[in-house]
């Protein structure tokens, strides 16, 4: 059968979503890379011993920082994205209006220079920088849910239940939302390649994350004042994978529950 | 076509506003300052837009038209690089591989994530646009496939490459501030950046707003030059 294609005599729609998932290769080249990243921030610790300041080792011991962070920032900027979406659509109307109008004004701003801002009139910190990352990706993401929420909130079983006399609101909770987990997963995926983009950019003019905390930022921040930029190629390559496999992931995940019904 | 111009430039205002109102209640004078060292900025990322968008519109509109064809190749790798280079750790290589270097080079460095993004876009809207219905009728009414590609399709691909202009240009603004910092341009990106480091909040917000400002209305000519292209956007 094809890999990609809902039979629902077999299949329930997890599983298809699942199927059409494995089917997408790069988005599972995208998750072998990122868990490949991952094990290797694992390794790091047995070299670091001899090679501790070998600028590879350092790229690697500074993946898991990095990840968490970007991880952190962008769930946070996720569930911020996804509430504000959810609760313009809930409320309608011109306060849904105002609540879009505002995320699209924020959004349309260049929200990667917060978190250097941050850091620099607020001092830096962990906290700080996770804030404002979440902050400058959020408003992205709660253009994404509202726009997912009102594309399928048109669907034939949610007129079905507004038919039976359910409120609007009932009809979110009961109805769209249940069947929306993977559409609206698919909507705020991009907000962690957004945070590590963000981050990274913080700390690569010197206001991310603190010393001794390193990043694959503030590594290539450091390089670029190096000799020769010394040590620059190994955080900045470890970086484009990272964005790479993120964003491939995100397209397997958008892949995986498509728009037309199935 | 005027009216919808008119309209969406009016959009804007009160965003313009506000950034301007809090440029000059922080920073009073630097207000004025970071609009002097504004143009600098705006050159960077306007050149590297139009650079970025001259590269990647073509590649794109190729890879959607032969999608398994050598023609196609550039395009297809063009875009798939994209999320993978940000325009700022494109601007920490280029610096670390030349140390230094002309402003040209920081443009054309600046270019290449705007152009792999038009390059997607562009791919995708094409191949959306060949499947599309308007195509469909074209031909059914015998119109040669040449000219359903270039008075029907590519004009409605290139719509919204255009739209997502604005975007590209606020991504485009954190390379502007690393690269005016690391090549030594005296722009809005390189006094933000300066500022913030100093912690000097007046000169920081007014550059900010500053920067904000200039992604506003970028993003406001994109959507104009989408109407423009697309008569469905001028009618919504």
């Given at each position: ?47 670091a ?83 404002a ?72 003019v ?27 190629l ?10 790479a ?18 | ?46 050149g ?14 190729a ?45 054309a ?32 009414r ?5 000219r ?89």
């Amino acid at each position: 059968m094809d890999a990609g294609r809902f039979d629902p005599t077999t299949d329930t729609p997890a599983q298809a979503a699942r199927r059409r998932f494995a089917a997408h290769r790069p988005a599972v080249h995208g998750v072998g890379a990122l868990a490949v990243l991952t094990v290797l921030g694992f390794v790091e610790p047995l070299l670091a011993g001899p090679f501790a300041t070998d600028p590879i080792v350092r790229a690697l011991d500074a993946g898991h920082t990095t990840l968490a962070l970007a991880l952190v920032g962008g769930t946070l900027a996720a569930i911020v994205g996804a509430g504000w979406g959810v609760l313009a659509v809930t409320i309608g109307g011109r306060a849904e209006r105002r609540l879009t109008a505002l995320a699209q004004g924020l959004a349309a701003l260049p929200l990667a220079l917060l978190p250097v801002l941050a850091g620099g009139l607020l001092g830096r910190g962990v906290d700080l920088l996770i804030l404002a990352v979440a902050a400058a990706a959020a408003p992205a993401a709660a253009l994404a849910t509202r726009t997912t929420l009102r594309a399928r909130a048109r669907r034939e079983y949610a007129m079905a239940a507004r038919a039976a006399g359910l409120t609007p609101a009932m009809v979110l909770w009961r109805h769209t939302i249940p069947n929306l987990a993977g559409p609206l997963l698919a909507a705020v995926w991009p907000v962690l390649p957004r945070a590590l983009a963000v981050e990274s950019f913080a700390g690569v003019v010197g206001l991310g994350a603190p010393a001794p905390v390193d990043t694959w930022g503030t590594l290539i921040g450091g390089a670029l004042t190096a000799p020769f930029g010394a040590g620059l190629l190994a955080p900045a390559l470890l970086l484009a994978a990272a964005l790479a496999a993120l964003n491939a992931v995100g397209d397997g995940v958008a892949a995986s529950f498509p728009e037309e019904r199935p | 076509m005027l009216s919808f111009a008119a309209r969406r430039l009016a959009g804007v205002l009160p965003g313009l506003a506000l950034l301007a109102a809090l440029a000059v209640l922080v920073a009073g004078d630097g207000a004025a300052r970071a609009l002097a060292v504004l143009p600098v900025t705006l050159g960077l990322v306007g050149g590297a837009l139009l650079l970025g968008l001259l590269a990647g519109v073509p590649l794109g509109l190729a890879a959607g038209r032969f999608p398994h064809g050598p023609l196609g190749a550039p395009g297809t790798a063009l875009a798939a690089l994209g999320p993978a280079v940000p325009a700022f750790l494109a601007v920490a290589l280029v610096f670390a591989a030349g140390r230094g270097g002309s402003g040209g080079l920081l443009v054309a460095a600046l270019a290449v994530a705007p152009a792999a993004e038009a390059a997607r876009i562009a791919r995708g809207a094409l191949t959306a646009a060949l499947d599309g219905g308007f195509v469909l009728a074209a031909r059914g009414r015998g119109v040669p496939a040449g000219r359903v590609l270039r008075r029907h399709a590519v004009p409605a691909a290139l719509a919204p490459v255009v739209a997502a202009a604005g975007g590209m240009a606020g991504a485009l603004t954190a390379g502007a501030v690393l690269g005016e910092a690391l090549f030594g341009l005296p722009g809005a990106g390189a006094l933000f950046l300066e500022a913030a480091r100093a912690g000097a909040v007046g000169p920081a917000v007014a550059a900010a707003a500053a920067l904000g400002g200039m992604v506003l209305v970028l993003h406001a000519l994109g959507r104009i030059l989408r109407g423009w292209l697309d008569p469905r956007e001028r009618a919504a």
